[in-house]
């Protein structure tokens, strides 16, 4: 059983809000291989208190509130008082070596814990994060600005140095990631599988916006690839490399590396994955894991 904290900024549901972050929980929620042993909301797609209040939503969707801890994360960048970072510092000192962090947004809530217990990062068993782009991130002709580790550079670049194995999913990588037509066509296959109709009714929105933004059908499933890094890495084109983006790097989300001979639990040493080798077993691990959800989501 893999012990999971998902630190993200979800947004699914909100108009013109992106819908990763939900998908993503709902992907850990239906693998019965992860104990999801808390999720922190933090900044990033939109406010704390929207962030908060979405999960919060989701929780009671699936009739969960009280049963999987949601704590209150940063509100932005050196907001280092919050219970998210009480929690994470305090489960990882309990479990260690034990945990996984899934960082799906802004990187202060992880950067706090280590504030406030300098062995958190040598606490938990690894650190998966969503964010970075290695190349300029071109969408539809134009350059997409990064939006994860440039919230708060000063915390990305603490994080990815964490003497810690730590997995970095940059932007580039996530292009491969498309919830496309089939995709689309295929949540909708099976109305009689409640969590799916649940999944098409939130995301429709923003597969129309999102389709007329990128210039091809559907959208990005950004935060879904690293819990799916987490399940199952061997899809991955592993790429260990020494990190030396430095914050003013990371203030644009740009990921600077060379070779290395360290081992990934040294500091500053990632690994860096530039391929996903089998997209189409990618996304049936991700529809396999939504219809394994066993709870069924109010008014569905």
């Keep these: ?22 998908l993503a929980f709902l992907f850990l929620l239906g693998r019965k ?20 209040e979405v999960t919060e939503k989701m929780l009671q969707d699936f009739s969960l509130k009280g049963r999987i801890p949601h704590l209150k994360g940063a509100e932005g960048p050196g907001d280092f008082d919050t219970e998210a970072a009480d929690f994470m510092a305090e489960k990882a000192a309990e479990n260690k070596g034990e945990i996984t962090i899934i960082a799906a947004g802004a990187l202060t809530n992880l950067y706090t814990a280590w ?18 782009t290695t190349d300029p991130l071109n969408i539809s002709s134009e350059i997409i ?4 580790l440039s919230c708060d550079p000063e915390a990305a670049e603490k994080v990815l140095q964490a ?15 498309r919830f496309g037509e089939k995709s689309w066509h295929r949540v909708g296959r099976s109305q009689n599988k409640p969590v799916r109709a649940y999944i098409k009714d939130k995301i429709s929105d923003w ?33 260990k490399c020494k990190l030396v983006s430095t914050a003013e790097d990371l ?36 529809f396999a894991a939504w219809d394994n959800i066993e709870i069924v989501p109010e008014g569905y």
């Excluded at 999801?36 to 990033?44: A, D, E, H, K, R």
């Excluded at 003497?163 to 990631?177: F, K, Q, R, S, W």
């Design 115 to 132: 504030k406030k217990d300098s062995n958190f990062f040598k606490n938990v068993k690894e650190i998966i994060v969503m964010g970075g």
């Design 163 to 177: 003497d810690v194995p730590v997995a970095l999913m940059t932007g580039n990588l996530c292009l491969a990631a």
């Design 207 to 239: 597969y129309q916006y999102s389709s007329e933004i990128i210039g091809l059908s559907g959208f990005y499933m950004w935060d879904v690839v690293p819990a799916v890094y987490m399940i199952a890495p061997e899809l991955f084109l592993y790429n």
């Design 33 to 52: 291989d992860i104990d999801l042993m808390g999720i922190s909301s933090v900044f990033g797609n939109s406010s704390l208190n929207r962030t908060f």
């Design 1 to 22: 059983m893999k012990k999971v904290i998902f630190d993200c900024d979800n947004t699914l549901g909100l108009k013109k809000k992106e819908v990763d972050d939900g």
């Design 251 to 286: 203030k644009n989300g740009r990921i600077k590396t060379e070779k290395t001979d360290g081992k990934l639990a040294d500091a500053a040493v990632i690994n860096l994955p530039s391929t996903i080798i089998d997209t189409k077993r990618f996304k049936d691990i991700i």
């Design 145 to 148: 600005p990064e939006l994860n």
